[in-house]
């Protein structure tokens, strides 16, 4: 019954930007952060951005200075806007979130930078 749905990937050249969504609903218990990681073919899975309910964030060396984490608490939703994006960021982007009990991923959305 839980759903975790991101929204917003799509290609772009270098240098543009994108604002991805995502959307926790159903069933479940009271979310502790919320989060977005990324995978390209080949790699692992990597943390990308996360941010709790205190507000705290933690970004990767690699996305500082470039992504925003933000969250919408009262809609169990969070976003990341992505800019100056570079041919490196290309990956399947996931949404993550955290419960007391267990923690959910969405099916991810697919961002492409072209150079």
């Known amino acids: 019954q839980v759903q975790v749905v991101e929204s917003g990937g799509g290609l772009v050249q270098a240098g543009g930007s994108l604002r991805l969504s995502c959307a926790a609903s159903g069933r479940m218990f009271s979310i502790n952060a919320m989060g977005w990681y990324r995978q390209a073919p080949g790699k692992q899975r990597e943390l990308v951005a996360t941010m709790n309910n205190g507000g705290s964030t933690n970004y990767a060396d690699s996305v500082k200075g470039r992504f925003t984490i933000s969250r919408d608490n009262a809609e169990n939703t969070v976003y990341l806007q992505m800019t100056s994006l570079k041919p490196e960021d290309t990956a399947v982007y996931y949404c993550?979130?955290?419960?007391?009990?267990?923690?959910?991923w969405g099916q991810g959305t697919q961002v492409t930078v072209s150079s």
């Open positions: 993550h979130v955290v419960t007391r009990v267990r923690n959910y």
